[in-house]
């Protein structure tokens, strides 16, 4: 990096009144290596940097930026990688400039939101991050039962300010999560088998295109674009702004986990299973094999949305299955429910998942899920989401998400505090998915592992796969957003 000064507000006021005034412009800098689109190596002047910079209301970060450093990090700290630049987006015409500035320079480009890719595909070893962190915040209208929310805000952002009002729609199971990533994946939630995805509540997108045109995506404007960016990931450009339906909902859930020892693992799921695969939309039951101080343990997640009264006579059998050695099951805020994971699965850790959709859960898959969590270490955990209900009602084409027919989500995770012995954990890990692959099919694209490739984001969107092939065609033709789930423009 060469000489460079940061001039400050005041002065810049001065200079670029009328058009800007808050940001700090770059000044001085020189010529700064970057990595193209298809890996090769390109050198961007030092002067069209200062006039990006110049041009935004957020500012750009080198690697020797004060902030760079703090910035440049996502959740997965297995994910260790250095931008030649990030580029803090504070709106709508800072992504169009940033979009344009990375198209004409065919610079690799990574979007980040909430950071939270578990294959790190929200940064880039030498392109450029478009991060869009500073663009926060919900604004709910009560009356019509929306929440517009900037696409750098996070899950809890959306569950507070929409819980104000008494109302919800589906957020993930951790609320440090960005929305904007898990939206446009799909979106699984403790609410989802009652009110669907959280993409089946978009109602619209805001999206800048690769060739830095701002468009709506909704059922009336581009709506091949709105198809496509529900389940189709970050494929078509940069979404800027999303508008969700909220439903009404009591705060109060009936909530909790009940837990076994391991040892009734196999009548516990077993159970689990019958009474999982109808169970009515308003309840999520989330079982996990994990470890505890004195053993390892089976639990179910419960998340009773409706009245309370039903749900405990309908939980009754569950809660009496077995001997379980806690019960916590109580009416309790959603809103509490939705932060209780946070600090376990909090940022800067090293985390690996695999993971998988059930279209069934036959005895022996059980007793192979059982078997594989068994002769893992301590480190290891194994888990599942609740499918069906409200996912299921939706046809398959009707959105760009694809895996509409699970029933259960099958994850296994790893958690490390650093990076000691991570090829031989790693390699444990991999053998394991390899036992228990087989009874999955298809995948979520959101939980992507860094070993999934082309050919299998093609199976899993299957009859979707040649759609989502020809919108990129159309809205991202040179394939500039490739950091995702990535579909190509052509195909063979
Ligand atoms: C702790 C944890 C808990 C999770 N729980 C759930 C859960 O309960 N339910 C569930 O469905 N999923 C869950 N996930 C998976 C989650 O949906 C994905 O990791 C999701 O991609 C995260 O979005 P993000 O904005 O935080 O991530 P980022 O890393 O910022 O982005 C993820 C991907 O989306 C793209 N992207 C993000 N924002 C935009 C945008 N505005 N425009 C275009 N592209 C964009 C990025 O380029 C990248 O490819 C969880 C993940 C973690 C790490």
Excluded at 229 to 246: A, D, K, M, Q
Excluded at 384 to 402: C, I, N, Q
């Amino acid at each position: 990096m060469k000489r460079r000064q940061f001039v400050g507000a005041g002065l810049a006021l001065a200079a670029a009144w009328p058009f800007r005034g808050f940001a700090s412009v770059l000044k001085g800098i020189g010529d700064l290596p970057a990595k193209t689109l298809t890996g090769g190596g390109v050198v961007l002047p030092g002067s069209s940097i200062e006039a990006l910079a110049a041009s935004l209301g957020g500012d750009v970060l080198l690697p020797d930026s004060q902030d760079y450093d703090r910035t440049r990090r996502i959740w997965n700290a297995m994910f260790d990688k250095k931008p030649a630049l990030i580029v803090r987006c504070t709106g709508a015409s800072d992504v169009r400039r940033t979009v344009d500035f990375a198209r004409e320079h065919q610079l690799l480009t990574a979007v980040r939101a909430g950071g939270h890719s578990l294959s790190g595909k929200s940064t880039c070893d030498g392109g450029l991050v478009i991060d869009l962190q500073q663009m926060q915040g919900v604004r709910v209208d009560p009356g019509a039962k929306r929440a517009y929310l900037e696409s750098g805000s996070l899950l809890r952002q959306l569950d507070l300010e929409s819980a104000a009002f008494g109302l919800i729609t589906t957020a993930g199971t951790v609320s440090h999560t960005g929305a904007a990533g898990l939206t446009l994946g799909g979106g699984f939630g403790r609410l989802g088998r009652r009110f669907g995805l959280a993409c089946d509540n978009a109602v619209s997108f805001d999206v800048v295109t690769a060739d830095g045109h701002f468009l709506r995506a909704s059922d009336d404007e581009n709506a091949d674009l709105y198809w496509g960016l529900r389940g189709g990931g970050g494929n078509f450009g940069v979404v800027t702004s999303i508008e969700y339906r909220l439903h009404r909902m009591d705060p109060t859930i009936l909530g909790g986990n009940i837990v076994w020892p391991i040892e009734q693992a196999r009548d516990v799921m077993r159970y689990y299973r019958d009474i999982a695969v109808d169970a009515p939309d308003i309840v999520s039951l989330a079982p996990d094999l994990h470890w505890e101080p004195d053993g390892a343990k089976v639990g179910i997640e419960v998340c009773w949305s409706g009245d309370h009264g039903e749900g405990e006579a309908w939980l009754k059998k569950l809660r009496a299955f077995g001997k379980p050695v806690r019960d916590d099951i109580a009416p309790m805020s959603y809103l509490a429910m939705q932060i209780g994971a946070d600090e376990f699965l909090g940022a800067g850790k090293y985390y690996y998942l695999k993971s998988g959709f059930l279209t069934q859960l036959k005895d022996d898959g059980i007793d192979r899920i059982i078997d594989a969590f068994r002769r893992m270490p301590d480190w290891y955990m194994l888990f599942f989401d609740h499918g069906g209900g409200a996912y299921r009602r939706v046809a398959s084409d009707a959105t760009a998400f694809p895996n509409r027919e699970t029933l259960f989500l099958l994850g296994t995770v790893a958690v490390w505090p650093n990076k000691d012995g991570i090829d031989e954990n790693l390699a444990k890990m991999r053998a394991n998915w390899h036992e228990l692959e087989p009874l999955t099919r298809g995948f979520y694209t959101n939980l992507t592992d860094p070993d999934t490739t082309m050919a299998g984001y093609r199976d899993n969107y299957g009859a979707n796969f040649e759609r989502l092939v020809a919108l990129k065609a159309k809205y991202d033709p040179m394939n500039l957003f490739r950091l995702n789930a990535n579909v190509p423009p052509k195909t063979g």
